[in-house]
C-alpha cells in the first residue's frame, strides 16, 4: 500500500523557534494532504488541507500565520509552526487520501513539545 | 456536515472476552466508514473500512464491524480479546471516501489480565 514518511518523530524546541515539520509521499503522487492535530487523550482535529500549487485550506479557528502549510510538490508537504509556544505542544499527523484499496495514508506522527 | 459519536472514553475488557466499540455517525449523503487502531505515539492503522459494499465488514486483527443505516451505526467487534488490542480505537466517516475524515472521540481499551 501507499506509504507515507513523517518527519521528525518527535521534537523539543524552544519558545519563539520555528518548527517544520515534512510529509513525504514515498511511491506515490499526493495532491493533496490533510493535517491533524491530536492532543493527548483526544481525538484527531483536522487543521487543514494543502494542495499541491495552490494555497492550503485551513479549519476555522486554526490560524494561518502560525501554522505554515506548503505543499512544494506531488511529494512533499510541510507544516511550519512559527514561534511556537508552549500550548503548541500536541501530536501532529499528516494524512493522504486513499490511493488504493488500503483507504487513507497516515504519517507515523510527530510530538511537538514547546519549552 | 459528518460527524461521529463514540460514547465512552475508556473500556475495560477481560483478555478472552468480547470487545464492543460503538459508533454512530451522521451524514448527509452514504457514508464512508472507518475504524483505525492508534498505538501510543504511531500513526494510525485502518483496521477496516465500510464503503457501500458487504454491511458485515471484516478486518485485520480478527475485527469486524457491522454497518446499520436504519441505526446509523457502524460498531465494532472481536469475539475474543488479547492483550495487544491495548490501544486508541477511533471511529471516522467520509462523505465520499477520498476527503477529509471526521474522528470520533476515541476508545483507549484496556485489557485485563
Known amino acids: 500500500g501507499a506509504v507515507v514518511s513523517q518527519h521528525p518523530s518527535w521534537v523539543i524546541c524552544k519558545s519563539g523557534t520555528s518548527v517544520k515539520i515534512e510529509c513525504r509521499s514515498l511511491?506515490?503522487?499526493?495532491?493533496?494532504m490533510f493535517w491533524y492535530r491530536q492532543f493527548p487523550k483526544q481525538s484527531l482535529m483536522l487543521m487543514a488541507t494543502?494542495?499541491?500549487?495552490?494555497?492550503?485550506?485551513?479549519e476555522q479557528g486554526v490560524e494561518k500565520d502560525k501554522f505554515l502549510i506548503n505543499h512544494a510538490s506531488l511529494t512533499l508537504s510541510t507544516l511550519t509552526v512559527t514561534s511556537a509556544h508552549p500550548e503548541d505542544s500536541s501530536f501532529y499527523i499528516c494524512?493522504?487520501?486513499?490511493?488504493?484499496?488500503?483507504?487513507?495514508?497516515f504519517g507515523s506522527g510527530t510530538r511537538l513539545t514547546v519549552v | 456536515a459528518q460527524s461521529v459519536t463514540q460514547l465512552g472514553s475508556h473500556v475495560s475488557v477481560s483478555e478472552g472476552a468480547l470487545v464492543l466499540l460503538r459508533c454512530n455517525y451522521s451524514?448527509?449523503?452514504?457514508?464512508?466508514l472507518f475504524w483505525y487502531v492508534q498505538y501510543p505515539n504511531q500513526g494510525l492503522q485502518l483496521l477496516l473500512k465500510y464503503t457501500s459494499a458487504a454491511t458485515l465488514v471484516k478486518g485485520i486483527n480478527g475485527f469486524e464491524a457491522e454497518f446499520k443505516k436504519s441505526e446509523t451505526s457502524f460498531h465494532l467487534t472481536k469475539p475474543s480479546a488479547h492483550m495487544s488490542d491495548a490501544a486508541e480505537y477511533f471511529c471516522?466517516?467520509?462523505?465520499?471516501?477520498?476527503?477529509?475524515?471526521?474522528f470520533g472521540k476515541g476508545n483507549q481499551v484496556v485489557v485485563i489480565p
Open positions: 494543502s494542495n499541491e500549487g495552490s494555497k492550503a485550506t485551513y
Open positions: 511511491d506515490f503522487q499526493a495532491t493533496t
Open positions: 471516522a466517516v467520509s462523505e465520499n471516501g477520498n476527503n477529509r475524515l471526521a
Open positions: 451524514s448527509s449523503v452514504p457514508p464512508y
Open positions: 494524512s493522504a487520501p486513499p490511493q488504493d484499496s488500503y483507504g487513507y495514508t
